[in-house]
């Protein structure tokens, strides 16, 4: 009968390795080797692992490397020297480590591409005598290692798809077995993984770089004189244009998935094959869905597949394999209610936004939508509110602009700017130098890229005015923008945002551009009225001349 250790104690010896040695090693798999064992009720009692700046098939003495060690009294690590160098180093901890385990110090090994015959041959000659579980990856390593007489566990083996935390998880739960065979399987921790999942604004945010990219593609495609040259791709355009919106999902999946996953490639694989094969119209809804299960699957179920004895690559390959096919089945079943959802959301804006047949009731609830927008960013809701309404409304097909992208442009770019330009160029000694610089750089920033809308908040406070008036434009934006059904995007610079704005039913193939008059109106007031104001306010405390 095994006897069961209360408190095992693990050391960890290797090196970077050769031809995939850089993937899943050095200061990551540390962490996560150390991280998994303590969820499984084991310590980290000891390092010694060399990382060379080359894969180490291909290094030379001449080749720089770093030594990671501790016997104890803490993580240290070495100059960068020559391979020789940091060899002899490596070679004084393992001396120490041999004796350790062969007092009987140690309960486990865990080796990376390790050197049986070399650097480490103290501490597995002393494992082999002792019989001490010794569980890696390093095809090679291992083989000497079986040669030498140690007692490796199933679960070593290669390490090609494998990833730090994948890596710590079949290490770790190979020696749980071994240790304590009566040890409840932690993973990767439930709370954990799905407290990871509980922001997914923080997914829409990571993906709007996509989206935007395909907005400001799709409309100028849309241009009659683009569609003229004879040199562009047909079936390229075609691929871009109206319904086919799951190049969107996929993307927001891969996002999800490297975000989410702790076990990437693992998590990326089966998270974006799963939104590739379940999402065909694009919800959003439906790839975050699909991702979520993923990961978990991933992260939860390799535990226990690495626990049956499977070493790093197969078990890696059941897991993603299992993975993707339920996720798969996750996303087909949440396309329709998850199209349903977001379609609701857009025609929620559509309808009791920019719906009605009156202008006033029309521009009643533009202005609301106008100051919520405002006040929201400035009580911090601009991420979990704003934006993620911007991207449903951007689902609805690759290019599809916003209402609620006018919105964010006009009144959180443009009063930004406004309140900025005012504290940049106006004359006299109402601002200092420090509030110059910085309406220098918001204006700068608001203006030509649409984005750092942060940089007017000391105005914002400082002259409590400019705040109210900034509420009042963004109302009176708000009701431009819903009479005009205009839709664009912030993250431009503003002559693009408003050249690729479509406002009511205009097209792009139109002679003029007085269609797009409510924008600029509305940009026009953004960007005047908190200038007046920031101009002409009084400020709280006299400004600092210091500064």
């Known amino acids: 009968m095994k006897s069961v250790v209360e408190r095992p104690r693990i050391l960890l010896v290797g090196s970077s390795g050769g031809g995939c040695g850089h993937v899943g090693t050095g200061d990551e798999l540390i962490d996560a080797v150390r991280r998994q064992l303590t969820r499984r009720g084991m ?11 080359v894969g180490l098939d291909t290094a030379s003495s001449l080749n720089t490397a770093t030594v990671v060690v501790d016997t104890g009294g803490g993580v240290t690590l070495s100059p960068a020297s020559v391979l020789p160098v940091a060899n002899r180093i490596a070679a004084a901890t393992d001396v120490t480590f041999g004796k350790a385990v062969a007092a009987r110090r140690v309960d486990g090994i865990i080796v990376v591409s390790c050197a049986p015959h070399g650097v480490n041959r103290e501490v ?39 990833a730090p935390e994948a890596k710590a998880i079949v290490f770790s739960s190979a020696l749980a077995g071994a240790l304590r065979p009566r040890h409840v399987e932690a993973g990767l921790g439930l709370s954990e993984v799905i407290g990871a999942m509980a922001a997914p604004h923080s997914i829409l945010a990571s993906a709007l770089p996509i989206f935007l990219t395909l907005a400001v593609v799709q409309q100028c495609l849309d241009l009659q004189w683009v569609q003229n040259i004879s040199i562009l791709p047909v079936d390229g355009v075609e691929r871009l244009s109206a319904h086919d919106s799951g190049i969107t999902a996929l993307a927001l999946g891969a996002v999800a998935a490297t975000v989410w996953g702790k076990c990437a490639p693992l998590d990326v694989l089966a998270g974006t094959a799963a939104v590739a094969a379940g999402v065909s119209n694009g919800s959003i809804i439906a790839a975050l869905a699909a991702v979520a299960v993923s990961t978990l699957l991933v992260q939860l179920v390799l535990a226990r597949v690495a626990h ?55 521009a009643l609830f533009g202005a609301l939508a106008g100051v919520l927008t405002f006040v929201g960013a400035c009580r911090g809701l601009y991420h979990r509110v704003v934006l993620p309404l911007v991207i449903i409304e951007m689902e609805v097909r690759p290019g599809a602009l916003a209402f609620f992208g006018a919105l964010d442009l006009c009144c959180l770019c443009m009063t930004s700017a406004g309140v900025c330009l005012a504290a940049w160029i106006t004359p006299g000694s109402s601002f200092s130098a420090g509030n110059r610089r910085l309406g220098k750089f918001g204006a ?18 400082d002259r409590p005015s400019v705040w109210w008036v900034s509420t009042a434009s963004s109302a009176l934006a708000g009701a431009i923008l819903a009479n ?12 693009l945002a408003v050249a690729l704005s479509e406002c009511g039913g205009m097209s792009h193939d139109r002679e003029d551009d007085w269609g797009r008059a409510p924008l600029v109106v509305a940009v026009a007031v953004c960007i005047s009225f908190p200038f007046l ?15």
């Open 484 to 495: 005009g059904q205009c839709r664009s995007t912030a993250y431009l610079p503003l002559p």
């Open 124 to 162: 597995l000659r002393a494992a082999a005598e002792v019989g001490v579980p010794v569980v890696g990856t390093g095809g090679a390593s291992i083989a000497q290692l079986c040669v030498l007489g140690c007692r490796v566990l199933p679960s070593s083996g290669g390490s090609v798809a494998t």
């Open 444 to 461: 700068l920033q608001t203006l030509c890229v649409g984005d750092f809308i942060e940089s007017a908040e000391p105005f914002l406070v």
């Open 308 to 362: 049956a004895g499977l070493p790093s690559t197969p078990a890696s390959i059941i897991v993603c394999s299992i993975a993707m096919v339920v996720a798969t089945l996750v996303a087909s079943m949440m396309q329709g209610p998850g199209l349903a959802l977001t379609a609701a959301i857009r025609s929620g804006i559509t309808d009791y936004i920019l719906g009605w047949e009156s202008p006033l009731v029309r």
């Open 533 to 547: 104001a920031t101009a002409f306010g009084t400020p709280t405390q006299p400004p600092d001349r210091t500064s």
């Open 43 to 53: 310590d980290l009692v000891g390092i010694q692992f060399v990382k060379c700046a």
